[in-house]
C-alpha cells in the first residue's frame, strides 16, 4: 500500500499531502496518524521553516472515510471507531494549531467535515477557483469534530457559524474569500505556482515571530485582556533575546530587506 501522506521538501518549505486519490483524500485513522506524526517531526526540524498541508488530485480531503464507517458499523462497532479517529484527528490538528511556524492550507477542491476542519486549523489558505467548503457533518446525522465548532464561530461569529452547520451550506471559493475563510483565491492552473511561492514567502519571514504570533492570535479568544497583554510582553522580550529582531532594525535602518536567519 502507498503511504496515505507524501513529504516533499523544498528548501524551509515541507509539503504534506494527503494521498488518498481514489478517496478524494478521505480521512481514516492511518491517515490522521501518519499526518500526526509527520507535524511532529517537522516542528522538531528548525530546517523547516513553513509547512504546506494539500490532497493529491482534484480534492484537498471529503473528510471520513464512508466505506471505513460502514465497515464498521456492520459489525457494530462505530463507536469505537470514532473513539479512535477523533482522537487521531485531534492529535494532528493540536499538531498544526500548535507548531510555531506557519502552516499553509493549499485547496484544489472540496474540503468537506474533517478536511475542513483540517484546513481551518492552518494560518493561510489558498484555494482554487474550484474549491468548495462543505460542513458535511448535518448530512450523516454526525456531531461536527476537529476543532470546527470552535473555529467557525471565531472566523464568521456565532451567527453565520450557525447558518454554515444548520443548512450544511456548500460555500465556493469566492465566498469563502468574502467571509475570510479562504485567504486567497486562485484558478486552478496557478494554485501550485501561487501555494510555491507564498510558502516560500513565509519560509523567508520571521519564523519565531511567526510563530509567537499564531500562540497570541489563539490564546486571544481564550484569556482576558491582562493575560493577553501579559503574553504578549513575553514574547517581545524573548524576540528581543533572539537574532531576528536584531536584524529587522538593522535592515529597516540600512532601508533593505531584512535576512531573517534561517
Given at each position: 500500500m502507498s503511504e496515505p501522506v507524501v513529504e516533499r521538501r523544498q528548501d524551509g518549505v515541507l509539503e504534506l499531502r494527503i494521498s488518498r486519490p481514489d478517496r478524494l483524500n478521505a480521512l481514516d485513522v492511518p491517515t490522521f496518524r501518519a499526518l500526526r506524526e509527520a507535524l511532529q517531526r517537522a516542528a522538531l526540524d528548525p530546517a523547516v521553516r513553513c509547512v504546506v498541508l494539500t490532497g493529491e488530485g482534484r480534492a484537498f480531503s471529503a473528510g471520513g472515510d464512508i466505506a471505513t464507517m460502514e465497515e464498521f458499523r456492520a459489525r457494530g462497532e462505530l463507536p469505537r471507531l470514532f473513539h479512535e479517529l477523533t482522537g487521531e484527528q485531534e492529535l494532528a490538528v493540536r499538531e498544526v494549531v500548535g507548531m510555531r511556524k506557519p502552516v499553509l492550507a493549499s485547496l484544489p477542491g472540496v474540503a468537506a467535515g474533517g478536511?475542513?476542519?483540517?484546513?481551518?486549523?492552518?494560518?493561510?489558505?489558498?484555494?482554487?477557483?474550484?474549491?468548495?467548503?462543505?460542513?458535511?457533518?448535518?448530512?450523516?446525522?454526525?456531531?461536527?469534530?476537529?476543532?470546527?465548532?470552535?473555529?467557525?464561530?471565531?472566523?464568521?461569529?456565532?451567527?453565520?457559524?450557525?447558518?454554515?452547520?444548520?443548512?450544511?451550506?456548500?460555500?465556493?471559493?469566492?465566498?469563502?474569500?468574502?467571509?475570510?475563510?479562504?485567504?486567497?483565491?486562485?484558478?486552478?492552473?496557478?494554485?501550485?505556482?501561487?501555494?510555491?511561492?507564498?510558502?516560500?514567502?513565509?519560509?523567508?519571514?520571521?519564523?519565531?515571530?511567526?510563530?509567537?504570533?499564531?500562540?497570541?492570535?489563539?490564546?486571544?479568544?481564550?484569556?482576558?485582556?491582562?493575560?493577553?497583554?501579559?503574553?504578549?510582553?513575553?514574547?517581545?522580550?524573548?524576540?528581543?533575546?533572539?537574532?531576528?529582531?536584531?536584524?529587522?532594525?538593522?535592515?529597516?535602518?540600512?532601508?533593505?530587506?531584512?535576512?531573517?536567519?534561517?
Open positions: 478536511g475542513l476542519s483540517l484546513a481551518l486549523a492552518a494560518d493561510w489558505r489558498i484555494g482554487s477557483e474550484e474549491a468548495l467548503l462543505v460542513p458535511a457533518f448535518p448530512a450523516l446525522g454526525a456531531v461536527p469534530d476537529g476543532g470546527l465548532t470552535y473555529f467557525l464561530p471565531h472566523y464568521l461569529g456565532l451567527g453565520l457559524a450557525q447558518e454554515v452547520l444548520f443548512t450544511n451550506a456548500r460555500i465556493p471559493a469566492a465566498r469563502a474569500r468574502e467571509l475570510g475563510l479562504l485567504h486567497e483565491v486562485v484558478p486552478a492552473d496557478r494554485l501550485a505556482t501561487r501555494t510555491a511561492a507564498r510558502a516560500e514567502e513565509l519560509a523567508r519571514g520571521p519564523t519565531f515571530a511567526y510563530g509567537w504570533m499564531k500562540h497570541l492570535l489563539n490564546a486571544a479568544f481564550t484569556g482576558s485582556l491582562e493575560t493577553q497583554m501579559m503574553l504578549e510582553r513575553r514574547g517581545a522580550v524573548e524576540a528581543a533575546r533572539g537574532a531576528e529582531l536584531p536584524e529587522g532594525i538593522r535592515a529597516f535602518r540600512a532601508k533593505r530587506p531584512p535576512q531573517f536567519p534561517r
